[in-house]
């Protein structure tokens, strides 16, 4: 097998690996950042959107490297 990126297939439809990613990434921000809401831990947050979307990026980044091989 060579190291290059493989597209995963859902039905006859192709998805490049970090589509996959990063949709996964911004569900679990997503998840991240309601948690924070309902345990009332944003209002230390200076910017909670702005937290939501570096944490979509660290998600992102960690799935990307580590659980789906790009």
């Known amino acids: 097998m060579s190291g290059y990126p493989s597209e995963w297939a859902i039905g006859s439809v192709y998805f490049p690996p970090l589509l996959i990613a990063s949709f996964l990434g911004l569900f ?4 991240t950042s309601r948690l924070l809401n309902r345990y ?3 209002r230390f947050l200076v910017y909670p959107p702005g937290v939501f979307i570096a944490l979509a ?5 960690l ?4 659980i789906i091989p790009i």
């Open 28 to 31: 679990l921000s997503w998840l």
């Open 40 to 42: 009332r831990l944003s």
């Open 63 to 66: 799935l990307g490297n580590w």
């Open 57 to 61: 990026v660290i998600y992102t980044t």
